[in-house]
């Protein structure tokens, strides 16, 4: 029975070095070599300074900038508190939020579709893209907010459009922090 123990203690240290300390290290390494921008996080810098990661939702609340999803992540937008709100879809405070969302995007845009990813959280509550669709919506208030024609500010979202990986996965999408960068190249 003795050695039974030595087994088990021995085998659990071993993977534990090689799983839990080796194997993250040599990944690391490896992604560090072969695709530096996205191991350090995907930052983007604006002037020298370090603005947020294409990876990450920021809050963009001004009428000149392109809106997020939005996010359920701590108090919003909080990369340390990523998650959903787990509210079912029957909770009464979730219903409640979504037609509040929804009343004020008709509002703003009356006469067209509310897209659904202007009202609804991601998992993660920091997805930081939008589809096309949810970029197309905000192009009057945006272009209205800085006297830009509709046309222009549609023509940079068709730039920003990523399409589906090897042509097959995902959706297409929009980032709203690159879009809104280069919005403000365009118009300060």
């Known amino acids: 029975m003795h050695s ?4 088990s203690i021995r085998f659990t240290l071993v ?8 194997y993250p290290l040599v990944v690391t390494g ?11 996080g995907s930052l983007i810098l604006k002037d020298g300074q370090v603005i947020g990661s294409s990876l990450l939702a920021q809050s963009f ?16 937008y909080d990369a340390t508190a ?20 929804i009343d004020k995007l008709s509002a703003q845009n ?13 998992g993660s509550g ?21 006297s830009l024609g ?3 500010v549609r023509q940079l979202i068709q730039q920003h459009i990523t399409g589906r990986q090897f042509g097959i996965l995902g959706e297409p999408r929009v980032n709203v922090l690159a879009l809104n960068l280069d919005l403000d190249k365009i118009a300060k």
């Open 4 to 7: 039974v123990w030595k087994t």
């Open 15 to 22: 993977t534990t070095v090689l799983l839990g300390i080796a």
């Open 30 to 40: 490896i992604a560090s070599v072969f695709f530096p921008r996205q191991a350090a």
């Open 61 to 76: 609340t001004s009428d000149r900038y392109f809106h997020p999803r939005p996010s359920a992540a701590g108090n919003g």
């Open 82 to 101: 990523s998650g959903g709100s787990n509210l079912a879809q029957s909770n009464a405070k979730l219903v409640q939020r979504v037609q509040g969302d």
């Open 110 to 122: 009356p006469g067209k579709p509310v897209p659904i990813d202007m009202v609804t959280t991601s």
């Open 126 to 146: 920091l997805d930081p893209d939008i589809t096309p669709d949810a970029a197309y919506f905000q192009v009057p208030r945006v272009a209205r907010a800085r």
């Open 150 to 152: 509709e046309e222009r």
